[in-house]
Structure formats: structure tokens, C-alpha cells
């Protein structure tokens, strides 16, 4: 039976398993942290982390390769043409980055953090040919957004991509408590493994919900989430802490606009001075 438990982390194994946070955010997507201080902050607090930036890898690329202290789990976040956010895990880096190169880096517009131009169709069935464990992101976010599965459950065709999907995301650190129960009666209705993360942009947000599973490699891990029961153990986190971890990625959209306007004020000036003006005797 599934344990799913509303309360403050317990960071110690539990009958020899170990904690992983599988939703965390770099300076890739909204936050201002690293991937190396992340991980930090998971070492220190005896954990495992999976970094899940938006329709990017670079921050789990930067991530120090001679860590042997954490258990890292390849993954990324990614949002198609349409549908809801989707989680992928990864056995190895080498799956990661294959399907990064296939399916998602060819697919991102100007903002990469936007949908991407892949149906979903094509996206799960390119995470499955990978081996990815694969588990939809917080299926019940804000009602105004058009990520909000509630969008989609009356399409018959996306009952046919739910068989492509093996868990579902049912307490995510961001979320309203309401939210949440709804996402764990959504998974249980439709028979899924069930994933916990605290979306965290900051390094004290890092490890606030739980998802165990054996230790030994990332592999390993998700095989135990495919075959057993989930233990899932965390607790939202409260409206301010969120409201202040989002507005982390302000500062870094400010600096994207304004080295955009650099760009396009040097192309007017090279436009004006490679203008040749002729003075008539």
C-alpha cells in the first residue's frame, strides 16, 4: 500500500531506503541557485535530488562529475505543444541527453521555457523508447493555467497518452493541500505509481517533499518506484516562502530583456554608421 504522509520531512532512510526530492529548479529555469549549490544542500541534508529544469539540461550538465555522495537521478520537465507539464527520469545521463537532443532541443522557440513545438504524442513515446520513468507535474495547478489537467480529462485521446505514462505527481511542494488530494484521487482512479517534489527554486526549499526508494543508482531507483509501493513524505510549503521563491526568476528575466535591447540598440547603430551619406557640391 502506498504511504503518503502530509508532514515536515523526516531526512533519516527509512527501513534502509533514501529520500529523493524529484523536482527541483536551477538558474536554467526561475531560480538563482546552481546545480552544484543544490546539491549541496541535498548532501548536507542527506538526500537524493533529481534536477528538473524546464525544456533545458545545462544545469545537471554543470553538476561536478566526481560527486559520489548524492544520488542524482537524470531528469528533466518538459511542456509540449499541449497537455500538462511532464516529468522525465532518466537511467543514465547519456538517455538524458539523447532525448534533450531528439525531442526537446530542436523544439524550444525564443523563450525555452515556453511549449515547445512537439506534440505530446511524439514526447511520451520518445521518453518510453529512452526507458524514461515518466510522471505528470502537478497536474492540478492554478485552474487559469492551460497546464491544468482538468483542461484535458474529458478528451478521449488523452486517456490513450495516459497508458504512456507511468506515475503522477501527487504532492508538490507549490501546490494548495486541495490541489494536491485531488492529484493522489486522480492517481489512484487511474491505477498510476505516484511522485513527490518540491518544485524548489532555492536551496532551503530543496528535500521539503520525499520520494524513497533504494540508493544504489539512479536505475535502481526508478525500478523500485516502477515495482513497489511509493512512500511519499512532505508538506506544502506556505503562500509567502512560494511567492518569494518564484521571484527568484525575475531578476534573470530583467537581465534577458535588457541584453536583448543592447542587441537590437548596437544593430541600429551598426545600421546607422554603415550609412553613407553624400553631400551635394
Known amino acids: 500500500m502506498n504511504k503518503i504522509i502530509f508532514k515536515k520531512k523526516n531526512l533519516l532512510d527509512i527501513s534502509g531506503l533514501i529520500g529523493v526530492d524529484m523536482h527541483i529548479h536551477t538558474q536554467y529555469s526561475g531560480s538563482l541557485f546552481s546545480a552544484n549549490q543544490l546539491l549541496n544542500a541535498a548532501k548536507k541534508k542527506n538526500i537524493g535530488l533529481a534536477i528538473t529544469d524546464h525544456n533545458d539540461i545545462a544545469g545537471f550538465l554543470e553538476i561536478d562529475i566526481t560527486n559520489k555522495d548524492v544520488l542524482l537521478i537524470p531528469g528533466i520537465e518538459v511542456t509540449a505543444k499541449e497537455g500538462p507539464d511532464i516529468l522525465f527520469y532518466f537511467n543514465t545521463v547519456n538517455d538524458l541527453v539523447l532525448f534533450y537532443e531528439k525531442y526537446v532541443k530542436p523544439y524550444r522557440g525564443i523563450k525555452p521555457q515556453h511549449r515547445l513545438s512537439i506534440s505530446l504524442p511524439i514526447l511520451l513515446k520518445g521518453g518510453r523508447k529512452l526507458n524514461a520513468f515518466i510522471s505528470i507535474a502537478h497536474p492540478y495547478i492554478s485552474l487559469s493555467s492551460d497546464k491544468n489537467i482538468e483542461r484535458y480529462l474529458n478528451r478521449t485521446r488523452f486517456f490513450e497518452l495516459l497508458k504512456l505514462v507511468d506515475a503522477i505527481e501527487i504532492i508538490n511542494s507549490h501546490l494548495s493541500r486541495r490541489a494536491n488530494l485531488k492529484a493522489i484521487e486522480l492517481c489512484q482512479k487511474y491505477g498510476k505509481k505516484m511522485t513527490g517534489g518540491s518544485d524548489a527554486r532555492s536551496t532551503t526549499e530543496v528535500g521539503r517533499i520525499l ?15 516502477r515495482g513497489n509501493d511509493t512512500i511519499i513524505i512532505g508538506k506544502e510549503n506556505n503562500f509567502l516562502n512560494i511567492l518569494l521563491s518564484h521571484s527568484q526568476g525575475i531578476p534573470k528575466r530583467f537581465v534577458y530583456i535588457y541584453k536583448n535591447l543592447q542587441k537590437k540598440i548596437k544593430k541600429i547603430n551598426n545600421g546607422i554608421n554603415n550609412i553613407n551619406i553624400k553631400i551635394a557640391p
Open 211 to 225: 520520494t524513497y526508494g533504494v540508493s544504489k543508482t539512479p536505475k535502481d531507483f526508478l525500478d523500485y518506484l
